[in-house]
C-alpha cells in the first residue's frame, strides 16, 4: 500500500460545489503539505501543517481551507469551486526529524471545476 | 520575491551519455536544495538533499552540486538509461525551520537508446 493516499484520484466537479479531497499516511510524519500543480507554473504551497493543533497558510490559500484531522489525515476542501481551480493537486509530508528532510508525495487528485 | 529557473526546454540526450539538469535561483539563500523526479501521472518522488554548506553529493549515478556564489545547483545523471526519462524538480528551501520548499516547474529529460 501506497505511504501516502490521495482520494479520489480524479474529480470532476461544477462551479459553486463544495468539494473536499483526502489524504492519508502511514509514515508517521508530523508535517503535511497541500500543494496544486499547474503547467508552467510548478508546484505551489496552499497548507500545510506541523502537527494535529498548527495549521499554516502557504502562497495560495485564497480560496481553500485545510483540516487536520489526526496525525496521519489532513483534508482539503474547496468551499466554492471556481474554474480556475482546476488543477492537479498533491498531498506531501515530512518528518521533523533534522532541516531539510525530503517530502513524501502521494499520488496526486486531479480535479476539474466546470 | 524568491525566483528559480530550470531549463523549459526538454533535454534529448542518447543513452549512455550524463545528463546535466540546470537549477538557477535569485533573490535568496537557501539552507539547502533538493532534487526530485516526477513521472507522468505520478507524484514527485525526493531524490537528493545538498546543504548550502556543501559542494558536492552523490548517491548511485547521480550527483548534485551547489554553487551559492553563482546561485545555482547542476544535477547530473551518468551512464543514463530510458528509464531515466521523466520531468526533474529542483525544490530551494525557505522559511527557516519550517522546511518550506519552492519548487521550479521542472526540465523533461528524454533519454533515447
Known amino acids: 500500500d501506497a505511504d501516502v493516499t490521495q482520494t479520489p484520484r480524479n474529480r470532476i466537479t461544477k462551479t459553486g460545489k463544495r468539494i473536499m479531497l483526502e489524504c492519508s499516511q502511514t509514515?508517521?510524519?508530523?508535517?503535511m503539505y497541500w500543494y496544486r500543480q499547474d503547467p508552467g507554473l510548478g508546484l505551489r504551497l496552499i497548507y500545510y501543517?506541523?502537527?494535529?493543533?498548527?495549521?499554516n497558510k502557504g502562497e495560495i490559500s485564497d480560496g481553500y481551507s485545510v483540516s487536520r484531522q489526526a496525525q496521519a489525515k489532513f483534508s482539503l476542501s474547496l468551499e466554492s469551486a471556481i474554474p480556475n481551480q482546476t488543477a492537479l493537486y498533491f498531498c506531501?509530508?515530512?518528518?521533523?526529524?533534522?532541516?531539510?528532510?525530503?517530502?513524501?508525495f502521494g499520488a496526486g487528485t486531479r480535479l476539474s471545476v466546470l | 520575491s524568491q525566483k528559480i529557473e530550470q531549463n523549459s526546454e526538454a533535454l534529448n540526450i542518447q543513452e549512455g551519455k550524463t545528463a546535466t539538469l540546470t537549477c538557477n535561483y535569485t533573490n535568496y539563500s537557501p539552507a539547502y536544495l533538493q532534487w526530485y523526479r516526477q513521472d507522468p501521472g505520478r507524484g514527485p518522488v525526493f531524490l537528493l538533499l545538498i546543504r548550502e554548506n556543501e559542494k558536492e553529493k552523490r548517491k548511485e549515478r547521480l550527483k548534485v552540486t551547489f554553487d551559492t556564489t553563482l546561485k545555482q545547483s547542476l544535477f547530473h545523471i551518468t551512464a543514463s538509461q530510458p528509464a531515466d526519462s521523466a520531468t526533474y524538480l529542483c525544490a530551494l528551501s525557505y522559511g527557516g525551520a519550517t522546511n518550506k520548499l519552492i519548487f521550479g516547474t521542472g526540465t523533461l529529460l528524454a533519454v533515447q537508446p
Open positions: 501543517s506541523f502537527d494535529v493543533k498548527d495549521i
Open positions: 509514515k508517521g510524519h508530523d508535517r
Open positions: 506531501a509530508t515530512s518528518d521533523q526529524t533534522g532541516q531539510g528532510a525530503g517530502q513524501y
